[in-house]
């Protein structure tokens, strides 16, 4: 359980142990998270691990099995829709065919009866944001994909909710509007302290635009932090392999008379560190391929041959076989030499460069 929010220092969001079953169907086990004023959090995993579940949720567009939700301290459990002080954006924008842009991003203002002059001037403000202006009199079948998204995002951002929920809004587009959208989305969240909850499967995309990472895989929450911290500190081999190229060694630990611990891997044993590993406990030793230099280091080291080498601009991927279907990823920068394919190599990282996670 989460502490109770306290009336100063309250998150923005809380998640007291909502979750969400569908009959048998278990879709989000209970789950706790507080989300602060103008965080953005991302909720980040493979299909069916319960992302749009959560965010559903917390729309109030689906009704919890179990657990509470707080925004700004109260509690909006049984708040509808339309009374929770939230935007939404989805992957298919959704806008309405028969107004145009402007008329578009105008409409949440209106159903919220503001002044004609107020409207005018909000929608000028947002079309300007998401640059636009030049295209506030079209209708959405004239403009592409890409503009609908963002008079989509303009429409939500206009009348400042409290929250704004996306889910996989950018889903949709391809991948050059997509990285391009992402600066777009950052900057309305710098421009506008908005506090954000964004769900997508693409990792690149979380890391590129979260404060925080929460990690969700059957159901559940892996993992939450920083995005820098989930990658260098994942703590199971499902992150680790989520986030970002790993290489996984899975073994068992090999308490040793001396005080030295090991993991016994099919690539060998392997130098690990730990408290309270139990002998024989199923371990796996994690490293990024570009913590792994080429060439002998002494303990941490694996041997194997050059399988694939593969060229991706700005780096040479080595894909080396260092037991049978179990293949180590190297990240060599240019300017530096190349094996040849086939050789035999050996392989070596520091021992701060690997973590240990549970398989
Ligand atoms: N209306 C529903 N009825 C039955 N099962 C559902 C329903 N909505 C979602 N689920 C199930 O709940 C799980 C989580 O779904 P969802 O939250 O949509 O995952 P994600 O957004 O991460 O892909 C999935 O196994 C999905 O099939
Ligand atoms: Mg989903």
Redesign the pocket.
């Known amino acids: 359980m989460l502490a109770k929010p306290d009336q100063a220092n309250q998150p923005k969001l809380l998640v007291d142990g909502l979750a969400k079953s ?1 009959g048998p ?1 278990v ?1 989000l086990k209970p789950t706790h998270l507080a989300v602060e004023p103008g965080e953005f959090l991302t909720l980040l ?1 493979p ?7 959560l965010l559903q949720m917390v729309s109030g567009l689906v009704a919890p099995t179990q657990g509470r939700l707080f925004i700004d301290g109260r509690d909006e459990t049984q708040t509808p829709v339309h009374k929770r002080d939230i935007g939404l954006v989805f992957q298919h924008y959704a806008l309405f065919p028969h107004l145009t842009v402007a008329e578009n991003i105008g409409f949440p203002l209106k159903m919220r009866g503001l002044s004609s002059a107020d409207i005018q001037k909000q929608v000028a403000g947002a079309l300007e944001m998401v640059q636009l202006g030049h295209l506030a009199g079209r209708f959405p079948r004239e403009l592409s994909g890409g503009q609908q998204q963002r008079v989509a995002l303009a429409r939500c951002f206009v009348y400042k909710p409290a929250i704004i929920l996306m889910d996989e809004p950018l889903g949709a587009l391809d991948k050059k509007l997509r990285e391009h959208m992402q600066f777009e989305i950052k900057d309305l969240h710098r421009k506008t302290g908005a506090t954000i909850i964004y769900v997508t499967h693409d990792q690149e995309e979380a890391l590129a635009l979260s404060d925080r990472i929460c990690l ?1 895989n059957h ?1 559940r929450v892996e993992q939450i932090g920083p995005p820098h911290e989930i990658y260098a500190r994942p703590r199971t081999a499902f992150a680790a392999d989520f986030i970002g190229i790993s290489n996984i060694f899975r073994g068992r630990v090999e308490c040793g008379a001396d005080g030295a611990t090991h993991l016994a891997t099919a690539s060998g044993r392997l130098r690990i560190d730990g408290d309270n590993l139990a002998n024989d406990a199923e371990m796996a030793l994690v490293v990024r391929p570009e913590h792994i230099e080429l060439g002998s280091a002494g303990e941490n080291e694996v041997r194997g041959n050059v399988a694939e080498i593969v060229y991706a601009g700005s780096e040479t991927r080595l894909l080396v076989e260092v037991a049978a279907d179990e293949r180590v990823t190297v990240r060599v920068l240019p300017g530096k030499p190349l094996p040849k394919l086939g050789e035999n190599i050996t392989l070596s990282w520091k021992p701060e460069a690997a973590v240990l996670v549970t398989p």
């Open positions: 569908y169907a879709a995993g299909s069916g691990s319960g992302k749009t579940t969700m159901a």
